[in-house]
C-alpha cells in the first residue's frame, strides 16, 4: 500500500511539473511570436533576455564566493546585440577593439579597487559571462538582420527546442542510460537519441519555409536537424556543468516546470552561431 502512495505521488509530481512546463513553453512561444513579428518588440526581447540571463550567471558565481563585475558586465553585455542591430561599426574588425576596450576597462576597475584578492577570476568570470551569453546570443540579432531573417531565427528556434522538448520526452520515459552522471544526472543516451530524432522531424517540418532560403536538400535537412540537435545538447550541458559548479539545480525559477532564463536559452546560445555560419558560409556565401 504504502509503494502504491509513493508510486501515485510521483505519478501526480510528474504531471504538475509538465503542467507548468506546458503553461512555460506557451508563454515563451508568445514570446517568441511578438519578437518575430516586430523588430521593436524582437530587439526589446533580446536585452531583456540578455539581462536577466547575465542576472542569473552573475548571481551563481557570486554563490562561489567571487565576486564579478556584474554592472560592467551587463552594460557591455546589452551593448553588444544593441551595436549589431543597429549595425553600429567603427571598423570591420569592431568586435575585437570592443573586447580589447572592455579588457582594458576592467583591469582600470581592478587597478581602482582596493582588493587585490580574487582579481583573477573576477575579471575572467565577467569576461567569460559576456562572452557565453551576450556574445553567442546576439546571433540571433545577426540572423534576423539576414535577408528572411525571420524564417531563419523562427527555423532556428523550432529546431533547436524540438530536440530539447525530444530529449526530455524521450529521456524522461525510457531513459536508462546515463549520459555524463557527473554533470547531469537526468541526461540519457536514450535522451539524446530523442534529441536527434526530433530534431531531424523539426528541420523537416521547417523545410517549406527554409525552401524560400536555400533549396536544402533531404540530406542537408537531415544533417541540420541532427547538427542542431546534438549541439544543442551540448550547450544544455556547459549550463549544466556551470550550475553544478555552484552548486545550483535551475539558475532561477522565473518560468515554473523549467528554471530561469538560462535554462531556456542554454542550447540556443551554441546553436545559434554554428546555424549563422553555416547560412552565411555555405549557403548566401557572404
Given amino acids: 500500500m504504502l509503494l502504491k502512495n509513493i508510486k501515485r505521488e510521483k505519478e501526480d509530481l510528474g504531471e504538475s511539473v509538465l503542467f507548468k512546463r506546458l503553461i ?7 514570446i517568441t511570436a511578438l519578437g518575430l513579428s ?19 550567471y552573475f548571481a551563481l558565481v557570486e554563490k562561489k564566493g567571487v565576486y564579478p563585475y556584474k554592472y560592467f558586465g551587463s552594460l557591455i553585455g ?16 569592431w568586435e575585437l577593439l570592443f573586447v580589447v576596450l572592455g579588457l582594458f576597462s576592467l583591469f582600470i576597475l581592478q587597478i581602482v579597487n582596493k582588493k587585490n584578492s580574487e582579481a583573477l577570476f573576477s575579471i575572467s568570470v565577467t569576461v567569460f559571462g559576456i562572452v ?19 524564417i531563419l531565427v523562427g ?13 526530455y520526452l524521450v529521456g524522461s520515459q525510457w531513459g ?18 530523442g534529441a536527434i ?26 544533417l541540420l536537424g541532427a547538427g542542431l540537435a546534438v549541439i544543442g545538447q551540448l550547450g544544455d550541458l556547459s549550463e549544466s556543468l556551470i550550475k553544478r559548479d555552484c552548486q545550483a539545480k535551475d539558475s532561477n525559477r522565473i518560468f515554473p516546470g ?18 549563422y555560419f553555416y547560412i552565411s558560409k555555405f549557403v548566401y556565401k557572404l
Avoid: Q
Avoid at 137 to 145: D, T
Avoid at 155 to 167: C, M, P, R, V, W
Avoid at 258 to 275: E, K, W, Y
Fill in 24 to 30: 512555460s513553453t506557451f508563454v515563451l512561444v508568445v
Fill in 38 to 56: 516586430f523588430n521593436l518588440a524582437f530587439i526589446f526581447i533580446i536585452l531583456s533576455i540578455t539581462f536577466l540571463a547575465l542576472y542569473e
Fill in 78 to 93: 546589452l551593448i553588444i546585440p544593441l551595436t549589431i542591430f543597429f549595425k553600429f561599426e567603427l571598423t570591420k574588425g
Fill in 132 to 150: 557565453y551569453i551576450s556574445w553567442l546570443f546576439s546571433f540571433l540579432v545577426r540572423l534576423k538582420l539576414m535577408s528572411h531573417g525571420v
Fill in 155 to 167: 527555423a532556428l528556434i523550432f529546431i533547436t527546442k524540438g530536440s530539447d522538448i525530444g530529449a
Fill in 176 to 193: 536508462r542510460h546515463l549520459l555524463i552522471s557527473r554533470i547531469s544526472p537526468k541526461k540519457t543516451i536514450e535522451g539524446l537519441i
Fill in 197 to 222: 530524432v526530433f530534431g531531424i522531424f523539426a528541420a523537416f517540418l521547417s523545410r517549406g519555409f527554409l525552401l524560400e532560403v536555400y533549396n536544402f536538400t533531404n540530406i542537408h535537412i537531415v
Fill in 258 to 275: 523549467i528554471g530561469g532564463i538560462m535554462d531556456v536559452i542554454d542550447s540556443i546560445l551554441f546553436t545559434a552561431p554554428v546555424f
